[in-house]
């Protein structure tokens, strides 16, 4: 049980005189939880340690990427033997030839690869490209999906945005999102209408095939198989933005899962082992497009620095060599169904969504949810007393309602027994309130 918050209190307000708002990313800053952000001063398996000494249970994993746990032993020692060697060069390495391989083995879609530095830098990069393949200049992207803060793309564009109620974002020229068309996530026929409206104008598709920044909200039916048709028919470009979903819900990502080969996909923080890094890639035909072959730029200091190819190297290898998915998801149904089976004994509505070592859990007297809209109809303040309540019991979780939670191999069976037992408590609160 969490004891104190003194130093991170401190720290706080420490650094609120240094950083804007005190963190440097929003949803840090627990603004729809309240309360003070806790500062981390050391993780390992499945746990966190605060700066008041206080432990941890985490669901949040670095928002993904901590898929073998905290500071995962084969990883750390590949980024201290590449760091020996120097930590950026600015050129090409064997390192970026291995890991590329390695990640078009569980991603045969990526025919060619470029790395590059996050998964806003790999969506922006992708849409580029799609427009400059295509001679198009309109994308279409749904409602509540968040793929990076390029500008364009900051259109009721979930998370952190939903989470501080500013579905865009000020500093965006009108003229910048003009050709951003919405859609509603599982909804066909509104995406055959946009397409039908703009014949001709639209250069891709970009989704999440698993929605992760509005909570968990995955494909209903046939929907991605249907979209992808869709698409291949009006010569739209696919694009998969897999910077949650690759390597998490399968280790072929949602790709694999579903049997979609998408036109371009992006990767993110997850192929790093939780360093800075990104990917994207997709038809050779396209990617030939991309600088220095063809006319499209993209360029970074950083892509493909050495000490995030090692990292991802060792965590994608240590994956493909203990195929822990079903572990995983065995793992995570427990929980999952604890949960809702928990709440349901308090009567309290809850819609419990889970794929793979993702779920989400939504305050809701809907029986599903299924989009962008659905999501705006939770109760939010029910979640911000049962957030609170799993952190009184050492449990921490993405501190917004907006956003998905993370599983690790390290999540066994003591774990499971903290965290429903921290749920008992949480839901008498949100009970009582």
């Not at 068309?181 to 104008?201: S, W």
């Not at 698409?231 to 897999?242: G, P, S, Y």
Request: with cysteine.
């Amino acid at each position: 049980m969490v004891k104190s918050f003194t130093k991170s209190t401190q720290l706080f307000e420490k650094s609120k005189k240094v950083l804007v708002g005190g963190v440097n990313s929003p949803v840090r800053a627990f603004g729809s939880v309240g309360g003070t952000p806790l500062f981390i001063s050391q993780a390992k398996g499945a746990y966190l340690w605060d700066e008041d000494g206080n432990r941890y249970l985490d669901y949040v994993g670095s928002w993904g990427p901590m898929i073998l746990g905290h500071a995962y032993p084969s990883v750390i020692a590949a980024v201290q033997q590449a760091a020996e060697s120097g930590t950026s060069f600015g050129a090409p390495t064997a390192r970026e030839i291995e890991f590329a391989r390695l990640i078009q083995q569980a991603f045969p879609s990526m025919e060619q690869i470029r790395f590059v530095n996050s998964g806003t830098e790999a969506t922006m990069s992708a849409i580029r490209l799609a427009r400059g393949f295509t001679g198009r200049d309109k994308i279409i992207k749904f409602e509540g999906a968040y793929h990076g803060h390029a500008d364009y793309l900051l259109v009721k564009a979930g998370s952190g945005a939903t989470t501080l109620g500013v579905p865009t974002s000020k500093g965006v020229p009108a003229s910048f999102t003009e050709h951003t068309l919405l859609a509603r996530y599982n909804d066909l026929a509104q995406v055959q209408q946009l397409l039908e409206q703009h014949r001709g104008e639209v250069a891709a598709i970009i989704l999440e095939p698993v929605c992760g920044n509005m909570g968990l909200v995955a494909p209903q039916g046939p929907f991605l198989q249907q979209l992808a048709e869709l698409a291949k028919a009006e010569n739209v470009l696919l694009i998969f933005d897999e910077v949650m979903t690759g390597f998490r819900v399968a280790f072929g990502g949602a790709q694999e899962l579903y049997g979609i080969r998408p036109d371009l996909s992006c990767l993110g923080k997850i192929i790093g082992g939780g360093l800075p890094v990104g990917a994207f890639g997709g038809r050779a035909d396209i990617m030939a497009h991309l600088a220095p072959e063809g006319p499209v730029y993209q360029a970074g200091t950083l892509s493909g620095n050495p000490l995030a190819m090692a990292a991802g190297h060792a965590m994608i290898q240590a994956l493909a060599e203990q195929k822990p998915y079903s572990q995983l998801n065995q793992t995570a149904k427990i929980i999952v169904d604890g949960i809702r089976e928990r709440a349901e004994q308090r009567h309290i509505p809850m819609v419990a969504a889970r794929l793979g070592s993702m779920f989400s859990f939504f305050f809701t007297d809907q029986a599903a949810v299924t989009n962008y809209d659905e999501v705006q109809q939770i109760s939010a303040d029910r979640f911000k007393v049962f957030y609170h309540g799993m952190l009184e019991q050492g449990v921490y979780l993405p501190p917004s309602p907006y956003e998905a939670w993370f599983l690790s191999t390290e999540h066994g069976e003591a774990e499971v027994e903290i965290t429903l037992s921290a749920a008992e408590h949480a839901l008498d609160l949100v009970k009582k309130s």
